[in-house]
Structures are given as C-alpha cells and as structure tokens.
C-alpha cells in the first residue's frame, strides 16, 4: 500500500502515481490511497486516472484510515489470486507459458547474454495410453517438483514441455539441463501400482548479439528435435557457427553413470 500526499514539494503526485505502477508492474500488486485536504474533483480525478485506487481527506481519521486500508487489503488479495490464475500452472504450479513469454518479452530488451532451455518428457504419449490422464497428470506433477527444486523459475509451456530461460551464457544453460536429465533418469516416478522409469531429451540455445529470443527459442527447439531423433534421454546444444545453414549433430560427452543412454551433444548450425 502506498499513501501518499497529492501536492507535495520535489515531485508531482501524478509522477508518483505513474512511477510507482511501472515499478509494481503486472507481478506486484499494489494499493495506492492519495491524502488531500483538497476538494478539487478534477485534480482528484487526474490521480485517480495516474493510477492512484482510492481518495481519503488531509488530515485523514483513524477509523475512515483503517477501513480504507482494509479495503485496499481485500483489492490486494484479489490482484494476487488473478495473478497466480494468470501466471501459473494449475496442474503442477510451475510459471505458465503466458509467464515465460512475459519473461522472455521483458528480457528481449536487454544486452545480457542469456540461453534458452526446452525440455520434454520422452514416450509421454505412452505414459497416457498405458495409465490414463491421471497417471500422466502424476508423472507431470512429479517432473515439476523435481525441476522447482533444481531451478523454480522453470514453466511449463505445453502438456509435457518445460521450459527455463537462463540469465547466462550457454555453458551454464548446459549444466542445469544435464543435472535435471540425470536427476529424473536416476530415480522413478512411483504411480499408485507401478513405477515407471522417466527420462526427458533437452534442448538448449544461446541469444547471441543480433539475435532475438525468437531465433533463440527456435534453436532450442531444432536441438530439443535432434536429442529426440538421436535417441533420447540427452542434451543437446544449439551453436551458431560460421552463418551456415547445415546442422550437424556431433557426441560433445557420454557417461554411462548419469543415466540410461545419458549423452550431450553439441548441435553445429
């Protein structure tokens, strides 16, 4: 909640009210009440449009200050509940995609280097047939908790996909996909009857200097595309080389301890 006076010396109210929305943004909610001894409806009126929620008199009385703050506590917890609706995953409560891609959008504009990483669990389609939706919905939950505990910036961008954009270059990218291919090939996914043995094939990219989040995403989806052509339960990696349009799929590294058919491999464009 921010209370604010709405003449005041060094800065304009309508300035405050406007600055203040941009730092909250569409992930924070924010309840702001503006103070004035002012009867002025029009000056009232532009605060009201600058952002500002709610009106009270200068000097304001303790029960009317209290009642509005209770107010403002209710329009709070009703922001935070759309927001959750918004923005994660009913079924496993990673981010959603509509969040990842809010993410990606506001990252766009920045010079940092970053890489993208995509996931999906191999043989899903038979997870589904063998043991319904609600073994499917099992296994989703359970690939979901496991990525959380690695990284809890992780979405779930499609019904057996994931997603993680990484604030760094692709190496580290790199060894966060290889630690979640192993961690989830070590152990089963127990289901009421059965346990089932999960792996999941990962893509990774890197946005390079020029290049947009678009490009980067559609790298990690042609890597993502050659781990499962290649056999599965592997990481590959996306690298922009020499501007040739070939892909060549090359063994980077291959450890029989990390996991049935574990495997990275680097993916030349």
């Known amino acids: ?29 924010l309840f702001i009440i503006v103070m004035s001894a002012s009867t002025d409806e029009e000056q009232l009126a532009e605060a009201l449009d600058a952002g500002a929620d709610d009106f009270i008199g200068k ?34 409560g990673l981010r959603n995609r509509r969040f990842f891609f809010d993410m990606i959008a506001e990252a766009e504009a920045k010079p940092d280097l970053a890489s993208i990483l995509v996931l999906d669990i191999d043989y899903f389609k038979q997870v589904n047939d063998r043991h319904g939706h609600d073994g499917g919905d099992m296994v989703l939950q359970e690939v979901a908790r496991r990525l959380a505990e690695i990284d809890s910036r992780f979405a ?12 760094g270059p692709i190496e580290m990218a790199a060894v966060i996909a290889e630690k979640v291919r192993r ?36 790298d990690a989806d042609i890597a993502l595309y050659a781990s499962k052509s290649g056999g599965r339960n592997r990481v590959t990696l996306a690298r922009v080389a020499d501007n040739t349009a070939s892909l060549e799929a090359q063994p980077r590294s291959h450890d029989k301890s990390q996991g049935p058919r574990g495997e990275v491999v680097m993916l030349m464009a």
């Open 1 to 29: 909640v921010l209370l604010m006076a709405i003449d005041f010396e060094g800065m304009s109210s309508l300035e405050l009210c406007w600055s203040a929305r941009l730092v909250a943004s569409t992930h924070r909610p």
């Open 59 to 92: 000097p304001p009385r303790k029960t009317e200050l209290l009642a509005r703050l209770r107010s403002g506590k209710r329009m709070l917890a009703a922001q935070r509940d759309l927001i959750r609706i918004a923005s994660f995953d009913a079924l496993t």
């Open 156 to 167: 779930r961008i499609g019904g057996e996909e994931f997603s993680l954009l990484v604030r």
């Open 183 to 218: 961690e989830l090939a070590m152990l089963p996914v127990k289901l009421p009857s059965v346990e089932l043995q999960v792996t999941i094939s990962v893509g990774v990219a890197q946005r390079n200097p020029g290049m947009t989040f678009e490009q980067a995403m559609k």
